[in-house]
């Protein structure tokens, strides 16, 4: 309980009582730290229990509605309530919040008002305790005074315990020498680190979540992103240079980095590369490459006349669309067609194209279909009403007249549908494939109405009054952008947390009193807690070549 | 050394409160703690926010250039609130200096995808309504003038573009409204009174149809 040493000051004069002193007990009462503790342990455990309201969405009412929504499938009427008590987001709730802040102040008021006991403890420790501790000490060895003399054996033990690391006070009465000896006094002071290092913790979490921003770009190479919705005091855009991503056969990153340069009001602030663990940081915000997306592809429309620009994205291809690899082989078995067909009608359940073999002027339409067995079949139409049809198995081949079709797979390749493409069309579909020598070119389908157009890099195709530019491949990064003013706290106070537990583990403080009279000499501590007392005593028996008395076992 | 008491031979000192008012054990443990956070937060922030006046931004209105005798706001029928920005080429421009013309504001940056979307649009309207007086003025948020030149060399913008470096004249437009977001257009007549608006990216129509509400009658 608490010993009120002195109830007074403004509070009292003003209501004839102490009005904060329950809120004091309340504050430095370490079961209510433990409650508070407990608490914020089983909100955490909610929240890992309880679906959370993406961070993503949290600012965008329309979205915290659409996914309230999506929950009220599980939670029913209860979902809504449980909304509005913060059972969505936990962390983001007042009273989660509120509880870490009391937490803090109990921890701070409670370490605060521990501070004088502790310090008189090791500032003015005492030296001198009575007689009847040497007698009752939990702690205490007996020996037989060397044959020199009261003085001369406390001398002699001075200076052992000196070297011992000890500082040691002496004082003479009544024909005996006592001894105060204190060592690592100020280790004492380690429980105020610890308690700091709590504090930090819990206060670099609050302020984290106050200050701290995170958000997600996602940028093509030569392509720049704001970091913050329009307006804002630390309004910034990054430009992605370089993006790279090379992984092994089993998808194990080789190269995974980002070249970046941030721009802020006008200037350019920072340029650097970016990886996963080693962001690019400026004024303390940190880039972290968080992500890689290769089938990129920049497109450009102008205007033939004005030399405009009337088109320019850099898009991502996150669709892929089916299309067979085949190889068509003439009578003499000499290889007429080794390629990806990429498909440009769309027919139910097959995609596919017309094309001319080279080499003869026999046209097919080839396409695939899906199989049994989720598999895509190659289906081959000769064009007119005698022509030859086939179905081929991945890895099948057959033959139509003199030609052989052999159908090595289906391919995934990348595409997007995508809008505003000038043109006639409002919505078009983009893939991305490889010429044989490895040469990615662009097949856009839409904007020019009756035409898949076939753009080869940096070989504009005029369209009437327009030109079409497939101006090259592009990567993208993945940018994740978090400003976290909380973490300098958490690493402070994970440097005092360690302080604080090495001074306390390694550095123990230990006090021995000592009476050394003409016939016996006294060594006593207190608890054994506070230190090795007995390999303190084992040293100094040996040091100083004396025999321990044995204690009689009402002694003890 | 004199005798103590083994009271004060307290093992654990760190298990003792004390007591000593409400000043002492409660008011000011608390002021410290709010002290070290308070501090703490300030050296973390200490770079602050607080923009220097380079002179360019948000500029007050002459009152012989408001036509509507009340405080220039963004609003339809308000007086257009004043300005003065970088050009990407290290020139200036004054929004009233442009008074006596009919303006079309529109609030803009390179990677603003609907930006890029209606700046064909802008630019083509531009050419059509530039005989009418129609002058058109592209406030670019914050990117470096290198990108804007770029970009306006890219799509033909011949119009003035002007660099809002700090965000000040986009916070005083209020771009977006609700959805604070850009593009965002302003349609301002002779007078300098706003007489529409738009908040997204503009078709021809949307462009013709906003541009009749500022631009004089053709003659003949």
Same mark, same amino acid.
């Given at each position: 309980m608490a010993r009120a040493t002195a109830a007074s000051g403004w509070p009292r004069a003003l209501f004839g009582l102490e009005p904060l002193l329950p809120l004091w007990r309340l504050l430095t009462s370490v079961r209510f730290a433990l409650a508070l503790i407990g608490f914020l342990a089983l909100a955490g455990l909610l929240s890992v229990v309880l679906p959370q309201v993406p961070l993503v969405m949290r600012g965008n009412p329309a979205a915290v509605d659409a996914w309230l929504e999506f929950q009220k499938g599980k939670f029913g009427p209860l979902t809504e309530p449980m909304y509005r008590l913060g059972l969505f987001s936990v962390f983001a709730a007042r009273w989660f919040v509120g509880s870490l802040v009391a937490l803090v102040v109990s921890v701070s008021v409670c370490t605060m008002n521990r501070f004088a006991p502790i310090w008189r403890s090791v500032a003015a420790p005492a030296q001198r305790p009575p007689d009847g501790f040497y007698a009752s000490a939990t702690n205490r060895a007996v020996f037989a005074t060397s044959p020199g003399g009261a003085a001369n054996a406390a001398a002699e033990l001075e200076a052992a315990l000196r070297k011992r690391w000890f500082s040691v006070r002496r /004082?003479?009465?009544?024909?005996?020498?006592?001894?105060?000896?204190?060592?690592?006094?100020?280790?004492?002071?380690?429980? =105020?680190?610890s308690h700091l290092a709590l504090i930090m913790f819990l206060a670099g979490g609050i302020i984290s979540r106050w200050g701290g921003y995170s958000n997600a770009l996602f940028v093509a190479e030569g392509a720049t992103n704001p970091v913050f919705a329009v307006s804002h005091p630390d309004q910034m855009q990054v430009e992605v240079l370089d993006a790279v991503g090379r992984f092994d056969e089993g998808g194990v990153p080789l190269d995974y980095r980002a070249s970046l340069v941030v721009y802020?009001?006008?200037?350019?602030?920072?340029?650097?590369?970016?990886?996963?663990?080693?962001?690019? /940081?400026?004024?303390?915000?940190? =880039?972290?490459?968080?992500?890689?997306?290769?089938?990129?592809?920049?497109?450009?429309?102008?205007?033939?006349?004005?030399?405009?620009?009337?088109?320019?994205?850099?898009?991502?291809?996150?669709?892929?669309?089916?299309?067979?690899?085949?190889?068509?082989?003439?009578?003499?078995? /000499?290889?007429?067609?080794?390629?990806?067909?990429?498909?440009?009608? =769309?027919?139910?359940?097959?995609?596919?194209?017309?094309?001319?073999?080279?080499?003869?002027?026999?046209?097919?339409?080839?396409?695939?279909?899906?199989?049994a067995e989720e598999q895509w079949s190659l289906v081959v139409y000769e064009r007119g009403d005698t022509g030859d049809r086939l179905v081929l198995a991945p890895g099948e081949?057959?033959?139509?007249?003199?030609?052989?079709?052999?159908?090595?797979?289906?391919?995934?390749?990348?595409?997007?549908?995508?809008?505003?493409?000038?043109?006639?069309?409002?919505?078009?579909?983009?893939?991305? /494939?490889?010429?044989?020598?490895?040469?990615?070119?662009?097949?856009?389908?839409?904007?020019?109405?009756?035409?898949?157009?076939?753009?080869?890099?940096?070989?504009?195709?005029?369209?009437?009054?327009?030109?079409?530019?497939?101006?090259?491949?592009?990567?993208?990064?993945?940018?994740?952008v978090r400003r976290d003013p909380g973490a300098n706290f958490i690493w402070a106070a994970a440097g005092l947390l360690l302080v604080g537990l090495a001074m306390t583990f390694y550095l123990p403080r230990l006090r021995l009193w000592a009476r050394v009279g003409r016939d016996e000499t006294v060594v006593a501590a207190l608890a054994e807690k506070s230190g090795s007392f007995r390999a303190e005593i084992r040293q100094l028996t040996t040091k100083l070549g004396l025999t321990e008395r044995r204690e009689r076992p009402d002694d003890a | 050394m004199t005798a103590v008491s083994d009271e004060t031979l307290e093992e654990r000192p760190q298990r003792r409160r004390e007591w000593s008012?409400?000043?002492?054990?409660?008011?000011?443990?608390?002021?410290?703690?709010?002290?070290?956070?308070?501090?703490?937060?300030?050296?973390?922030? $200490?770079?602050? $926010?607080?923009?220097?006046?380079?002179? %360019?931004?948000?500029?007050?209105?002459?009152e012989s250039k408001n036509a509507t005798g009340r405080g220039p706001l963004a609003e339809v029928s308000r007086a257009?609130?004043?300005?003065?920005?970088?050009?990407?080429?290290?020139?200036?421009? $004054?929004?009233?200096?442009?008074?006596? $013309?009919?303006?079309?504001?529109? %609030?803009?940056?390179?990677?603003?995808?609907p930006c890029r979307e209606e700046m064909p649009e802008i630019v083509s309207a531009y050419e059509r309504y530039r005989p009418r007086g129609l002058q058109v003025v592209a406030v670019n948020l914050q990117e470096p003038d290198r990108k804007a030149r770029e970009f306006a060399s890219d799509f033909g913008m011949t119009f003035p573009i002007v660099i809002d470096r700090d965000s000040e004249v986009a916070d005083v437009w209020r771009l977006g409204g609700p959805i604070d977001g850009i593009p965002s257009s302003y349609f301002i007549d002779e007078a300098g009174v706003i007489r529409a608006l738009y908040y997204g990216p503009m078709s021809q129509e949307t462009l013709d149809e906003q541009l009749e509400a500022i631009l004089p009658e053709e003659a003949g």
């Open positions: /004082s003479e009465e009544g024909g005996a020498s006592y001894l105060f000896a204190d060592r690592f006094a100020w280790a004492q002071l380690a429980t =105020f680190v802020q009001g006008g200037r350019e602030v920072a340029r650097g590369v970016s990886t996963v663990n080693g962001p690019l /940081s400026y004024d303390g915000y940190r =880039f972290h490459l968080a992500g890689y997306f290769g089938d990129g592809a920049e497109l450009r429309v102008r205007d033939v006349v004005t030399r405009h620009t009337l088109f320019r994205e850099s898009l991502a291809l996150q669709d892929t669309i089916p299309a067979p690899a085949v190889q068509v082989r003439d009578a003499s078995g /000499s290889l007429l067609l080794d390629d990806v067909i990429v498909p440009t009608d =769309f027919l139910e359940g097959a995609s596919g194209t017309l094309i001319t073999v080279p080499g003869t002027s026999r046209q097919f339409w080839l396409g695939v279909t899906a199989g081949a057959a033959r139509a007249g003199d030609l052989e079709f052999t159908y090595l797979q289906a391919a995934g390749l990348p595409a997007v549908e995508t809008a505003g493409i000038p043109g006639d069309g409002d919505r078009a579909l983009v893939a991305m /494939s490889q010429t044989p020598e490895g040469e990615a070119y662009l097949t856009i389908l839409g904007p020019v109405d009756g035409q898949a157009l076939t753009l080869y890099p940096n070989q504009p195709v005029r369209v009437n009054e327009r030109e079409y530019v497939f101006e090259g491949r592009r990567e993208f990064a993945g940018i994740e | 008012g409400g000043v002492q054990s409660l008011v000011l443990p608390l002021a410290l703690l709010a002290a070290i956070v308070g501090g703490l937060w300030y050296w973390q922030d $200490r770079d602050g $926010r607080a923009g220097v006046d380079d002179g %360019f931004g948000v500029v007050a209105l002459p257009a609130p004043d300005f003065v920005l970088e050009t990407p080429s290290a020139g200036t421009l $004054r929004l009233s200096d442009l008074q006596g $013309r009919p303006v079309l504001l529109n %609030f803009w940056a390179s990677w603003c995808p």
